[in-house]
């Protein structure tokens, strides 16, 4: 009778079926907001931040910390023109706002951002073409760690499997600087962007660049240098790439209100997530989603646990007889 029972926990308890393993979150430019997706099926959950929630103006890029907190850069527009250089912090499962973690300085614009693997935070930058360094655990400024041309506008930066850090020009190149000095290491040229922004390494080792006005993505090889491939179908004005865990990538298109989705090894653009309240998406980001039962498992666990207590209860009976 102890391994029926055993055996009944086990199946009830161990083997849980949950909606999804993962959402999607969309920092909206005209919004204000950071929205939450299914990662799996692209359907709307919420809005995980609500605008203006910390006094945030506009979110741009994002990041999940070692602490498994939300980090976000917010910035300022044509549109809402109010001047924010800070690096803000959110539960990244309620949305709750938990405080300014970074500021820069009054002439900075904040774009798109990575823990590095030092534990510190990098910001790109786009006014003064500079990637800034904040203390992973304090917020604490660190100074600018690397520094591009007049004229270019640190959006995307990544870093590569050779150790080395790779940040979007916005214009026909990609800047490549020492991973741990922040030296500069020349560039890798993109001919065929003309605006270079959002940079991202995939699952296969290559380099995914989004070309804003472009309207595509485009894959290099960063040891030739060569174009590999480029994706361009549904993309208007693409800004972050990201990639599930099946391998897929989603882009961010900008123009059009749509996170559009290109399957592994497809040139085919279809459209994962749009309108209504997409306004003008520019990160993207995915985080572990908290497990949540679908119906039909809590229908089963309350089964389960009635069937449990029926034959505790006969054990006890069969034991006083």
Excluded: C
């Amino acid at each position: 009778m102890r391994l029926s029972i055993f055996g009944l926990a086990m199946l009830l308890l161990g083997f849980p079926v949950y909606a999804t393993n993962e959402y999607l979150l969309a920092s909206d430019r005209e919004g204000r907001n950071i929205l939450r997706y299914d990662a799996e099926t692209g359907a709307f959950v919420d809005v995980l931040v609500s605008a203006g929630s910390g006094n945030m103006n506009v979110p741009f890029g994002m990041a999940i910390g070692p602490d498994g907190d939300l980090y976000v850069s917010s910035g300022f527009t044509e549109i809402f023109p109010t001047h924010d250089a800070r690096v803000l912090k959110f539960d990244s499962e309620t949305g709750k706002f938990l405080g300014t973690f970074g500021t820069a300085s009054a002439t900075s614009s904040l774009g798109f951002m990575a823990f590095g693997p030092d534990g510190n935070l990098y910001v790109g930058d786009v006014s003064n073409a500079t990637v800034l360094r904040f203390d992973g655990k304090t917020g604490e400024s660190m100074g600018v760690f690397a520094t591009g041309l007049p004229g270019e506008g640190y959006f995307g930066l990544d870093w590569g499997p050779d150790g080395n850090l790779y940040v979007g020009s916005f214009q026909d190149h990609i800047d490549r600087f020492d991973g741990v000095t922040g030296a500069s290491l020349g560039i890798l040229s993109t001919p065929e962007a003309s605006s270079a922004g959002s940079v991202t390494f995939g699952p296969d080792g290559m380099l995914y660049v989004s070309d804003y006005f472009g309207s595509q993505v485009l894959v290099y090889d960063i040891v030739t240098g060569e174009l590999v491939k480029s994706l361009h179908q549904g993309l208007s004005g693409p800004n972050s790439v990201v990639f599930t865990e099946d391998g897929d990538l989603l882009v961010a298109s900008y123009f059009n209100n749509r996170i559009v989705k290109f399957e592994a090894e497809s040139s085919t653009g279809t459209i994962f997530a749009g309108g209504h309240p997409l306004h003008g998406p520019r990160g993207l980001l995915l985080v572990p989603a908290i497990p949540v039962p679908e119906p039909s498992t809590y229908a089963m666990l309350l089964a389960g646990l009635g069937l449990l207590g029926f034959v505790v209860r006969r054990r006890k009976e069969e034991m006083a007889t």
